[in-house]
């Protein structure tokens, strides 16, 4: 390989490097704001909220950088096979960690609205989600980084126990508002913040199907585990 091909390869890894490196950085501000996000709802401290909320643009930006990026590696270099797909797979890992940011946003706009007579025992059941949540896209993360594909399947297979414990937390805030009436306002926004958190673990999911996608050219063969069984829609 002659110097000039050695400059273009070398450049090219940096700017799929680079591609990966906002990915990851993307991925570092959506959990700074799920945990920013709770931390807020926990301590009914509204500035924190706001800078959770402000955070989001932050994570729209990367999106827009992650989209010009694809765009010219898409244009300028025309990768094949798994460059390709590792192209395209940031694009929609982006846009799903952008969606994840959406949510942590929407759990601290919900913040502002609560007082601090709050059920405590709804409160500690939404950090054990948000933990476990965190926990789930902290290791997606990792396994993207890595470009372990299975590593990205068991994390998949966690979103399971996510919905487990929504449908839990759902089940006891129906039973706080038929047992007082007086909590019901309160309770409804518990409900669209598990609803938010509910959904971050499928976005987090699709992120850990689409580093599957990267590495093997398809989808994983098995339909993804699904434990909602609550079959009321909740669009916050």
């Known amino acids: 390989m002659n110097k000039r091909n050695e400059h273009i390869v070398k450049s090219y890894d940096e ?3 680079r591609l990966r490196g906002e990915i990851l950085g993307m991925g570092e501000l959506a959990l700074e704001q ?3 996000g709770m931390r807020a709802l926990r301590e009914g401290d509204g500035a924190l909220a706001e800078e959770v909320i402000a955070a989001d643009a932050r994570i729209d930006k990367l999106e827009l950088e992650v989209s010009g990026d694809v765009l010219r590696l898409l244009a300028l270099r025309q990768p094949m096979a798994g460059d390709l797909r590792g192209v395209l797979s940031s694009l929609r890992i982006a846009a799903d960690i952008e ?3 959406d949510y942590a946003a929407n759990v601290a ?3 502002l609205a609560l007082s601090e007579a709050q059920p405590r ?3 500690n059941g939404l950090s054990e989600m948000v933990e476990f949540a965190s926990g789930m896209l902290r290791e997606v993360l990792d396994a993207y980084a890595a470009g372990d594909a299975v590593r990205a399947l068991d ?3 966690r979103d399971v126990d996510l919905d487990a414990r929504y449908n839990s937390l759902f089940r006891e805030l129906l039973t706080y508002m038929m047992e007082s009436p007086s909590v ?3 309770c409804t926004h518990f ?3 598990a609803k938010n958190i509910e959904r971050i673990g499928d976005h987090v999911t699709n992120i850990a199907e689409n580093i599957w996608f990267q590495a093997e050219g398809e989808l994983p063969a098995d339909e993804r585990p699904k434990g909602d069984n609550t079959n009321i829609p909740l669009t916050p």
């Open 191 to 193: 409900l669209f913040i």
């Open 184 to 186: 019901i306002g309160t």
């Open 121 to 123: 025992a709804a409160v």
């Open 15 to 17: 700017e799929l490097a």
């Open 155 to 157: 994390v998949r297979d």
């Open 99 to 101: 969606r994840i940011g």
């Open 34 to 36: 799920m945990s920013g």
């Open 109 to 111: 706009k919900r913040s």
